[in-house]
């Protein structure tokens, strides 16, 4: 009977786990579409918030860290359950640095929003939109354990690469015919780098769903086979 008892505990910890990976991730996915909107809107006050809010990714990688390290202790896990809670340290990391990226951005927003407009890029948004989709992808083929999503927010992060070259040739070329736009050109390529940075992290997340679900490490290997 106890141990039917533990096996619940067990697993309302796991569910917990889960739970609170699930709501990282949506803030995650909140800090980029808001750090990429006070970039364009050249809204001081959501940069400042988005900034603000970044405290609570922090508390929340702390606190999953925190349960992973409880249940590995206490319950000695194997199998599915031990990749998933291992997986889990890492998700969090990767979950957290996308936020630190998002925090950039809306850095270079407050730097931008007291200078003269800069001609939109239109590559930004549209990499901020792949880079969010990927994001909220793989937690969610986290979610339901699938492993075929994961392995489409992997094939994403070509599109995103591409889009970040085209800005990148954009700007430059602007930058070339316009000195006066090369402050704020450096700007707008810093943030293009940030999301192209964020879709890596979105794809390490996938890897790490397909290694939890069936053990296969991808790590490497899709690049291994482009190059």
């Known amino acids: 009977m106890q141990a039917g008892h533990t096996d619940r505990e067990f697993e309302a910890e796991l569910e917990e786990l889960r739970r609170g990976l699930i709501v990282m991730g949506g803030r995650v996915e909140e800090m980029i579409t808001d750090s990429v909107r006070a970039f364009a809107e050249r809204d001081a006050v959501l940069a400042e918030a988005t900034i603000r809010s970044d405290s609570k990714v922090n508390q929340m990688e702390l606190d999953c860290d925190e349960l992973c390290l409880m249940i590995l202790a206490k319950r000695q896990p194997m199998g599915s359950d031990l990749r998933f809670i291992t997986l889990a340290l890492k998700m969090v990391t990767d979950l957290e640095r996308i936020g630190d990226l998002a925090v950039n951005i809306c850095e270079r927003a407050l730097d931008l929003a007291v200078e003269q407009p800069l001609a939109r890029s239109p590559e930004i948004p549209q990499m901020a939109e792949l ?44 930058m070339t015919t316009d000195p006066k736009t090369i402050e704020r050109g450096i700007h707008v390529l810093s943030v293009a780098k ?34």
């Open 131 to 174: 880079v969010q989709r990927m994001v909220h992808d793989a937690i969610d083929a986290f979610v339901r354990w699938d492993d075929e999503l994961a392995r489409r927010v992997i094939a994403s992060d070509d599109q995103v690469d591409e889009i970040y070259g085209q800005a990148t040739r954009d700007l430059l070329d602007r």
């Open 194 to 227: 940030w999301l192209e940075r964020m879709a890596d992290h979105a794809e390490n997340l996938a890897e790490h769903v397909i290694f939890m679900v069936s053990g296969t490490d991808v790590r490497h290997n899709h690049k291994a086979a482009q190059a």
